[in-house]
Every structure is written in structure tokens, then in C-alpha cells.
């Protein structure tokens, strides 16, 4: 019997079966800071192998690099479709559908716009009110075509071109998700530059908990505190990247109806979802579309809620949120019932 138990005691020792460990790291990839936190006994495999594999979306994705499937197709706009990879493909549809859904506000196809005002790069300027004018005209979801057979996609006109950078990180982190999942990681926090994928429950089995950013404060002071298990954080905001002339900010969340920064009242708007391209794609274009639309979309969508924040520092909430999901903390804003 003794020898059973010391058999059994060596083989859960030598495995590592019941050793805990959490492994953290951090890198740059999709144009932001990425933190892995994850547990278990594969974690660091699970770490190395999702950063592989974001590199691998950022080489397809990334409007920056020549190569990239975004790139090719917006080199070959109005002339001819390119036959790209599968996750390139599925990223794009995935926005075309928040395009329909979000009544265009949500646009891949913003490109030409994002580059006009170049906001968070050196080039950063407001252009003349006739450029954005003519640029506008390039701007329009409806002329991505799609070719399922040979996956390939092609604008149609020239000089259009995609902008994938409102929700590649989304579908990003529900990789980092799934890979995490084949290396049986039970708990980790999965962060692309804040587009955040909790999951599991802390290691204690508690739920995780994410603070939503103050829109008016330095970073990491919050204005409340999600309590969450295995959801997508996804929150867009004005207060990431702008900058401002003659007391006005500029920041990057473009309006395709207007061709300027979104001037909607919403500073901040926050999804939590089962899926984060959902969140990104989502919050990217409720930010444009509006408080009172925002609501009825995101009620109409099951298994989605959203916590919006308002210029005149109100906090609006879906059904879903209640008392042990989301607590204010700062009592400068007001919950809105
Ligand atoms: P972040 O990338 O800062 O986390 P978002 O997910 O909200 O924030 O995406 C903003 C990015 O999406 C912009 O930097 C730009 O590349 C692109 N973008 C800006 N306006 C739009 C729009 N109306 N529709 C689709 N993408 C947009
Ligand atoms: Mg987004």
C-alpha cells in the first residue's frame, strides 16, 4: 500500500500535476503593449505560442506593412481581388457585419480617412474641410467585395483602401483565448493594449475583476470595477489616442458620416461579451452611433451588455448589468436608470 501511495505521491511530483504556477509576459504586437498573465502547467508554452501567433495576425492584418494581406488588398483596389489568408477573410466580414449592424458607422473601409488626419503619429494635423470632403467619397463598406469561393477580396474603387485596426485586436485575443484553452490554461488574463479577455476565474476561483478607465483621469484611475469569469472587456474611448488645437480635442474614432472625430456624447464606450471581435467591432461604432441608439442595439443583442459613459460624466448600463457584475466606485459620475 505504502509503495502505491509513494508511486503515486512521485508520479504527481515528477509531472508537476499538481504544481500552480502563473507566468506572465509582456510584448509589443497589433501596434500596442500585450500582457499575458496565464496559470497552469502548459502556461508558458501556452504564452510563447499565443505571442507566435499574434505576430502571425499582425503580419496579416497590419495597414503598416507592405506585405500584409490589408495591404495587398488596398494596393489592388479597383483593379483586381487578392486571394488572401482565412483569418484575414473572417476579420473583414466580421466588420462588414458591425458595418450593417451598426448602420455604417462602423466602417473598415475608413482608411483613407484614418491616414488624412493621422492621429496619434507625427503627421497628426486637421485637414482642410474640401480634403475631408473628397475623401469621404473613398469611404464605404458596401464596396468591399467578397469572393467565398477563393477567398479573395477586392475594393471597388481606387484608392480605397481597409482599416482593420477597430477590431483585429478583438479577434486577436479570442486566439490568444483558444490556444490558451488547448493548453488547458484554466486561468489568465489576456490584455492587447486593453482589449481585455478574462479567462476563467482567478486561480482562488474568484472572479476576475477589471476597472473601467476614468475617460477624464490619468490611466489606471477607474471609475468602477467589473466582476467578471471567462467575458471580453472591450472599451473605446477619446482619452487613448488624440491630441488638440485651439482647445478642441481630436481623437481617433472617425465619423464616417462627417469625416471628423466622433462627436456623439459618449467618451467612453465599454463591451462585455462572450467574443472579443464582438466587443471591439461593437464598441468601435456604438462610440460613433450614439447613447440612445447604443442602448436598443446592444439590448437587442443576446449575451452582450455595455456600460456607456457619458461627456456629462452619466453612466448608462444594459439589463444585463447588475450589482455583482459592475460597482461605481467614483462618485463624481452617476448611474443612470
Ligand atoms: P483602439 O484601437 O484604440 O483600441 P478602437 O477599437 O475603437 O480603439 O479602434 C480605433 C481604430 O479603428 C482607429 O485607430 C482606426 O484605425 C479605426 N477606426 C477609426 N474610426 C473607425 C470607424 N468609424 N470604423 C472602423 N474603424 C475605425
Ligand atoms: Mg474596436
Redesign the pocket.
Known sequence: MIGIIIVILFFVFATGKFEKHEVAKSSYAL??LINLRASGNKAQVAIDKSLERLNEIDDRMS?FKESSDVSKINLNAGSKEEKINSDTYFVVKK?IEY?KALEG????T??P??KLWS??TKEEKVPEKSQIEKTLKLVNYNDVIFDEKNNSIMLKHNNQAL?????A??FAADEVRDIFHQYDVKSALIDL???IFALGSKEDGSSWKIGIQNPFKSRGEFIGILSVKDKSI????NY??YFIKDGKRFH?????KTGYP?ESKIISATIISDNSIDG?GL???V??IGIDKSMKIIETIEGIDAIFITEDKKIYKTLGIDESIFTLTDSEFFEEL
Open positions: 501596434g500596442t495597414a466588420a458595418s458607422t462602423f466602417d473598415p475608413i482608411s480617412l484614418v492621429i496619434g482599416d482593420v485596426g477597430g477590431i485586436k478583438g493594449g486593453g482589449n472591450v472599451t473605446s474611448g487613448e489616442r481617433h474614432i472617425i465619423d464616417p466622433s471591439d464598441s468601435t461604432g462610440y460613433i
